[in-house]
């Protein structure tokens, strides 16, 4: 299969009232940006574009750092002028296709939506390639429908386009299924239906969302995938919808380790970032923080009260109420109550 990618990323993000750029807030101890671009790299894209905004080197050095594994490059938006123009500016970096120019599908994901999953993406995909579609959009039906764009049909079901909500009717503000920007185009389809979208509307700017329009108007066939599970189509636009993401990422984080072995014995008071690793028969006791580069051998008991950050956990350790960083902890040790931890600490 042929598919690229393009996350779009070039917002300013102002509403999130922080010096850190949005894209770098972080979820788990990983950036928005990285949990979006992470949940491509499950549908094994050949190409994945970034395209940022002009200012915002810092972004793109923190990708390629953290996403080395993947085959990630980054495009520049230089002027604001909406999702559309910011996709055009994905596809013009990605250039010609090197094979069939009317072959190749894309995948166009928002990067403030860390709460996708890899297995959604793929299924999206598998769906669209499935039904033979010019366009296939992920959907979702949510109780207050507020803020996003509306999936207008036609009379036999159809998907005839998407209408934000600041230019929808009253019966179209009624409308609870919603679109989530996420897009699977042929490829060959998008430049031409880019060109045909205008900026008439009440932001003055060019919207992704009328490509959908413009390719039911050429005849093309849209489809939409519908969401099982609402709560991933949720965006990161302010602190608060960013703490209710951090909650549902951390919430994955510590079912998962349940489901591999690892014993949870408070999960409302134990956070664990995304890139610690731990082995089955661990515990840990209320009030654990583990962050970072953390590695804990198996059987090792942490908490209550304790927070380490990059150390290493033999097998069978206990580190209760002390904090650590950088710090080594040899098998069997029994370290705490109240030490402070760093790298000197020995086996």
């Known amino acids: 299969m042929d598919l690229s990618a393009i996350v779009l990323s070039a917002g300013r993000g102002t509403r999130m009232r922080s010096g850190l750029r949005k894209p770098l807030h972080l979820l788990a101890g990983a950036p928005m940006l990285a949990h979006v671009v992470d949940a491509l790299g499950g549908c094994r894209p050949d190409r994945i574009v970034v395209v940022l905004g002009p200012d915002d080197e810092i972004v793109a050095k923190e990708m390629q750092t953290r996403t080395a594994h993947l085959p990630l490059e980054v495009a520049e938006q230089p002027v604001p002028r909406g999702t559309g123009d910011a996709a055009a500016c994905g596809l013009a970096a990605l250039g010609e296709p090197a094979g069939d120019p009317e072959a190749g599908e894309l ?14 993406l793929r299924a999206l995909v598998e769906h669209h390639l499935a039904g033979g579609a010019a366009c296939t959009l992920l959907t979702a039906r949510v109780g ?4 996003y764009g509306r999936v207008v049909r036609g009379h036999d079901g159809s998907v005839r386009g998407i209408v934000e ?25 998008l430049g031409p239906a880019l060109r045909r979208i205008r900026p008439d509307n009440a932001a003055g700017e060019f919207y992704l969302t009328d490509i959908v329009q413009v390719l039911a108007r050429m005849g093309h066939m849209v489809e939409a995938f519908t969401l099982a599970d609402a709560t991933e189509a949720q965006g990161v636009n302010d602190q608060a919808q960013l703490a209710v993401a951090r909650a549902e990422i951390r ?4 079912e998962g380790w349940l489901q591999a072995g690892v014993a949870v014995v408070d999960p409302a008071t134990t956070y664990v970032d995304v890139t610690v690793r731990l082995a089955a028969g661990v515990v840990l006791r209320p009030g654990t923080i583990l962050e970072g580069c953390t590695v804990v051998g198996a059987g090792a008991v942490i908490g209550p009260h304790t927070r380490l950050v990059d150390c290493a956990v033999g097998a069978g350790a206990v ?13 069997g040790r029994h370290v705490g109550p109240f030490a402070t931890l760093g790298p000197a600490t020995g086996p």
């Open 165 to 189: 909500q600041i230019d929808a009717s009253p019966e179209e503000v009624a409308i609870d299924e919603i679109c989530t920007s996420v897009y699977v185009v042929r490829r060959s389809y």
């Open 319 to 331: 580190v209760e109420m002390s904090e650590g960083s950088d710090a080594e902890i040899g098998p």
């Open 107 to 120: 995948i166009i994901v928002p990067g403030d939506t860390p709460l996708l999953r890899p297995a959604t």
């Open 251 to 254: 919430r994955r984080v510590i």
């Open 144 to 147: 207050d429908p507020s803020g």
